[in-house]
């Protein structure tokens, strides 16, 4: 884990699993400090409401809100400090305070169903900062016991297996999913081209190994994709392999600039969440 730890809050119900979530990951991981960050968007205060208030403060309301609920939790005030921020834009006012650290970080982000969802403010982050990002379900409790890992196998899986070594793991797994273009099915046989697709990819990743070291622990499970995106697949194996944790590239290995996000993780996230948290790696 890195050694920043940023939780955003929303002032939602998801706000108790992240602060649980958090207290978890400083224990198993024995981390000294909790960044807990929220920021009060100016806009959201339109004139009606500024009338309404009057003269009452609004920001002194929420931090009371906010620390009334990480104390529940975090019953030693040293060991986490609530920020709240003022801007029209989440995301950035984030990775501005972060940048400030110049520390490698971890922000952990509620993941949310799609009509109330933080997908967007993911994208965004992802986009802007080069921490990591942790994605939490709702009453979603900590667990390091299996973890899955999605890769095609690019340069970008030797930063993974890096991260996965340090969060530890009991069991993992590695997911490659491979496709073979509909173009080519008449003119072949579609049978023999998968075997031939899937022990491709098992020499990629006896390739890869030798190469990266990895533990000969690992398992490498192939999958077929045929009409299923990547990440139905993604969500699908994670639930059969029970994984606590799916850790994954911000992108794969198209040749975009890495300002942008990965077409496999960005419809990972906009995904209905499941039983698992997400790690994208930056």
Do not use: C
């Not at 009334?68 to 801007?87: A, P, R, S, W």
């Not at 305070?97 to 949310?112: D, S, Y």
């Not at 392999?241 to 911000?250: E, K, R, S, T």
Request: aromatic residues 8%; charged residues 25%; without cysteine.
């Amino acid at each position: 884990m890195n050694k920043i730890l940023v939780v955003a809050l929303d002032l939602t119900d998801h706000d108790h699993t992240l602060i649980r979530y958090a207290k978890q990951l400083q224990s198993h991981y024995n981390i000294g400090h909790i960044h807990f960050i929220h920021n009060i968007k100016v806009s959201e205060l339109d004139e009606l409401l500024t009338e309404m208030l009057e003269d009452i403060q609004i920001a002194p309301i929420i931090q009371r809100n906010l620390e009334h609920k990480v104390q529940q939790i975090f019953h030693d005030e040293t060991t986490y400090t609530l920020t709240l921020l003022e801007g029209d834009n989440t995301e950035f006012g984030i990775n501005e305070w972060v940048k400030t650290h110049k520390e490698t970080a971890t922000i952990l982000l509620g993941w949310k169903t799609a009509e109330n969802g933080t997908g967007a403010m993911a994208q965004k982050l992802i986009r802007l900062s080069q921490a990591d990002i942790l994605l939490v379900p709702k009453e979603h409790t900590f667990a390091i016991e299996r973890l899955l890992i999605p890769s095609d196998f690019s340069a970008t899986f030797s930063k993974v297996k890096i991260k996965v070594e340090k969060l530890g793991a009991q069991q993992v797994q590695v997911l490659k999913v491979y496709n073979i273009p509909s173009v080519f099915f008449p003119f072949i046989d579609d049978e023999a081209t998968q075997l031939k697709a899937e022990k491709l990819a098992k020499t990629q990743y006896a390739e890869f190994s030798k190469k990266l070291n990895i533990p000969p622990t690992w398992q490498l499970k192939t999958q077929y994709r045929k009409e299923k995106s990547v990440a139905d697949i993604i969500a699908r194996e994670s639930r059969l392999f029970q994984a606590n944790l799916v850790v994954l590239a911000a992108k794969g290995s198209n040749s975009i600039p890495s300002i942008f996000l990965g077409s496999t993780t960005n419809e990972l996230i906009n995904k209905e969440p499941f039983h698992a948290a997400i790690y994208v790696v930056k």
